[in-house]
């Protein structure tokens, strides 16, 4: 059994009860898996029928793949959706001797989870950190990426803005409950998040989580899948406009924006929209 991430039982225990809180707001039909992978075992959810239309998607740092519970929910009618866990972030991944130091690394960890299940290829989708992988993915290994969902991507189209960085750097070299309310709460202006969601990733900031790769914006941006990019209208992340004239300059790629979002309540808040924008654009 690998080692704990937490110092303490107690915390452990509360990140695994958190952790369960959110999956109960998957779809019925939500079934676990452990797939591996050269850096360690990865846990995946999946829900929707067999035969649906598959679609795997990212979620961002340290948010585990139960942040996917509502957009899953808009989709699981239809499609057969996957949520892995990044190995070494927060969740039920097992990270292996092997760490993830480079994207090659992230791009050869997914290549591993596609193939644990049987994906050949796929639409793919992603938040924040999830979407850069989603995104660097696609350019790497073209062959494999039908479609693209990009929610809110980060250093996709526009660098992430001093103010974001300014606040969430510290919580890169140590994180605590006050330092990451104090980003979301001033990220999002104050909007309320989903409670239980937010619980997890207050109870994540008493794990030794590894470090991950340090994103770097494309330097070609020639995507072979249609595209589709989510903006918060009031994200404080990254320059929305910057993100969207980048975004529409390129040839099969759409922007939808909406208005009252931000970085962070994108995936939890807002679900209907986005899922019916994800929709539209795999069908």
Same mark, same amino acid.
């Given at each position: 059994?690998?080692?704990? $991430?937490?110092?303490? %039982?107690?915390?452990?225990?509360?990140?695994? @009860?958190?952790?369960?809180? $959110?999956?109960?707001?998957?779809?019925?039909?939500?079934?676990?898996?452990?797939?591996?992978?050269?850096?360690?075992?990865?846990?995946?959810?999946?829900?929707?029928?067999?035969?649906?239309?598959?679609?795997?998607?990212?979620?961002?740092?340290?948010?585990?793949?139960?942040?996917?519970?509502?957009?899953?929910?808009?989709?699981?009618?239809?499609?057969?959706?996957?949520?892995?866990?990044? $190995?070494?972030?927060?969740?039920?991944?097992?990270?292996?001797?092997?760490?993830?130091?480079?994207?090659?690394?992230? &791009? @050869?960890?997914?290549?591993?989870?596609?193939?644990?299940?049987?994906?050949?290829?796929?639409?793919?989708?992603? &938040?924040?950190?999830?979407?850069?992988?989603?995104?660097?993915?696609?350019?790497?290994? %073209?062959?494999?990426?039908?479609?693209?969902?990009?929610?809110?991507?980060?250093?996709?189209?526009?660098?992430?803005?001093?103010?974001?960085?300014?606040?969430?750097?510290?919580?890169?070299?140590?994180? @605590?409950?006050?330092?990451?309310?104090?980003?979301?709460?001033?990220?999002?202006?104050?909007?309320?998040?989903?409670?239980?969601?937010?619980?997890?990733?207050?109870?994540?900031?008493?794990?030794?989580?590894?470090?991950?790769?340090?994103?770097?914006?494309?330097?070609?941006?020639?995507?072979?899948?249609?595209?589709?990019?989510?903006?918060?209208?009031?994200?404080?992340?990254?320059?929305?406009?910057?993100?969207?004239?980048?975004?529409?300059?390129?040839?099969?790629?759409?922007?939808?924006?909406?208005?009252?979002?931000?970085?962070?309540?994108?995936?939890?808040?807002?679900?209907?929209?986005?899922?019916?924008?994800?929709?539209? &654009?795999?069908?």
């Amino acid at each position: 059994m690998a080692e704990s $991430v937490f110092t303490e %039982p107690r915390r452990e225990a509360d990140f695994q @009860t958190a952790y369960d809180a $959110v999956l109960a707001q998957w779809p019925a039909n939500t079934e676990a898996l452990d797939v591996p992978t050269p850096y360690g075992r990865t846990r995946v959810h999946r829900c929707g029928p067999a035969s649906g239309r598959p679609l795997v998607l990212l979620h961002g740092g340290g948010a585990t793949s139960t942040a996917w519970f509502a957009v899953a929910s808009g989709l699981a009618d239809a499609f057969r959706v996957h949520a892995p866990d990044l $190995v070494g972030d927060a969740g039920r991944s097992v990270p292996g001797d092997t760490r993830l130091r480079r994207p090659d690394d992230l &791009h @050869t960890w997914l290549d591993a989870v596609l193939d644990g299940l049987s994906l050949d290829r796929t639409s793919l989708g992603g &938040h924040s950190y999830g979407g850069w992988i989603a995104l660097t993915y696609a350019l790497a290994r %073209p062959h494999r990426v039908e479609r693209l969902a990009l929610l809110e991507p980060s250093s996709c189209f526009a660098p992430m803005a001093p103010a974001y960085l300014l606040r969430g750097i510290p919580i890169l070299l140590k994180n @605590t409950p006050a330092r990451l309310r104090g980003l979301f709460e001033w990220e999002t202006r104050g909007r309320a998040l989903d409670p239980a969601w937010f619980r997890l990733m207050l109870a994540s900031t008493g794990g030794r989580w590894q470090t991950p790769v340090l994103p770097k914006r494309p330097k070609s941006l020639r995507l072979g899948a249609p595209t589709l990019v989510v903006i918060g209208g009031r994200s404080r992340s990254q320059d929305p406009d910057r993100v969207r004239r980048t975004a529409e300059a390129l040839p099969d790629v759409t922007t939808v924006t909406i208005p009252e979002a931000s970085h962070h309540t994108i995936p939890t808040e807002d679900a209907d929209r986005l899922a019916a924008a994800v929709r539209t &654009h795999l069908s």
